[in-house]
């Protein structure tokens, strides 16, 4: 079975769990809420295991928790690859603007509507069902390049934690490429993946210095 093949055979399964995660209410700026980011955290951490990461581990930063998983290529010379995620979504106020509740996810004209579908807990996922594709099609048991994912759950409230946490955890961190998959996925919304040289903590405190890009960048411009 190719790729493509895998994956529309398995969207299914996919979507449903996606819903199940956008109906926690992971919104980091709400210190009512901080119990969902957790319970977010732990379902992440949950499902990648399932989907197959031999490492997935809820990290403690002092503030709302990250989650890190690993999944190493049988080559350990094999380039390392950094995906970059946030599980902690908006405030969802004014409930009024809704026209479905925010936290229960529907389909509608083949898309999937609820507060972090496309930012970022759509984006975050997919990758659980590309390299299961990936390994599918190939037939292999581990994916050609070593694939690590750094899923923050402050990045709504300002990532007060995360330079530090990525101080601390800067070997386990350390790759050759940065993958930023954290853009709006609106349809004509311009994104560009970001990837640069070792060590991933210079190119993260890179783009941690610009100007918040969501919401604000002009459809089609990519990120700089
Ligand atoms: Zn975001």
């Given amino acids: 079975m190719d790729v493509r093949g895998y994956v529309e055979s398995n969207a299914r399964e996919f979507i ?29 951490a949950g499902h990648l295991r399932r989907a197959g990461f031999p490492l997935a581990e809820v990290w403690d930063t002092g503030g709302l928790p990250a989650v890190f998983a690993e999944w190493p290529a049988a080559d350990p010379a094999a380039p390392v690859v950094l995906v970059y995620g946030h599980h902690d979504v908006q405030p969802a106020e004014p409930f009024e603007e809704w026209h479905s509740p925010p936290f229960e996810p529907v389909e509608r004209d083949g898309r999937l509507l609820g507060r972090g579908a496309s930012d970022d807990k759509g984006q975050v ?21 070593t694939i690590k994912l750094i899923v923050e759950g402050e990045e709504e409230s300002g990532s007060e934690h995360f330079a530090a946490l990525l101080r601390r955890e800067r070997e386990r961190l350390a790759c050759d490429v940065h993958v930023h998959r954290h853009a709006r996925a609106a349809p004509g919304g311009g994104h560009a993946d970001r990837a640069g040289p070792r060590p991933a903590l210079r190119i993260v ?20």
């Fill in 205 to 224: 405190r890179r783009w941690r210095a610009e100007p918040p890009a969501r919401d604000v960048r002009p459809a089609g411009r990519p990120a700089r």
């Fill in 16 to 44: 449903d769990d996606l819903k199940q995660w956008l109906t926690i209410p992971s919104i980091s700026a709400d210190p009512a809420r901080h119990g969902d980011v957790r319970h977010s955290a732990a379902w992440l």
């Fill in 125 to 145: 996922l997919i990758h659980s069902l590309g390299v299961r594709a990936a390994l599918a099609a190939s037939g292999a048991a581990a994916p050609p390049v």
